[in-house]
Nanobody, 124 residues
Framework: QVQLVESGGGLVQAGGSLRLSCAAS????????VGWFRQTPGKEREFVAA????????NYADSVKGRFTISRDNAKNTVHLQMNSLKPEDTAVYYC?????????????????WGQGTQVTASS
């Protein structure tokens, strides 16, 4: 069983930055692809960014390309999401997720493990 814990959320003014972290409970985290998703009330959870097991391949939603960067430190069993130039529309609960599928995974239903989420609020 993989447990994921997100941290780093908070309140920031539009144009500001936040760095989210996702810490995994297992030492074999380097065998998992990881994704970040976000959700606002009344809407479905949407894809934000994903990274393969090695960190060599990434994928981003069009809405965050050029502003967000996903990375991982397998020695520390951690994945990060650096969020710059935040906009009010980025406000959401952000979740990290993990799967043993190969490659970069952008589809929510293909993830097996989820964290509890962390709130990000970008005020205008």
């Amino acid at each position: 069983q993989v447990q994921l814990v997100e941290s780093g959320g908070g309140l920031v003014q539009a144009g500001g930055s936040l760095r989210l972290s996702c810490a995994a409970s297992i030492r074999t985290f380097n065998r998992y692809a990881v994704g970040w998703f976000r959700q606002t009330p009344g809407k479905e959870r949407e894809f934000v960014a994903a990274i393969n097991w090695s960190g060599g391949t990434t994928n981003y939603a069009d809405s965050v390309k050029g502003r967000f960067t996903i990375s991982r430190d397998n020695a520390k069993n951690t994945v990060h999401l650096q969020m710059n130039s935040l906009k009010p529309e980025d406000t959401a609960v952000y979740y990290c997720a993990a799967t043993q599928r190969i490659g970069v995974v952008t589809i929510r239903g293909l993830y097996n493990y989820w964290g509890q989420g962390t709130q990000v609020t970008a005020s205008s």
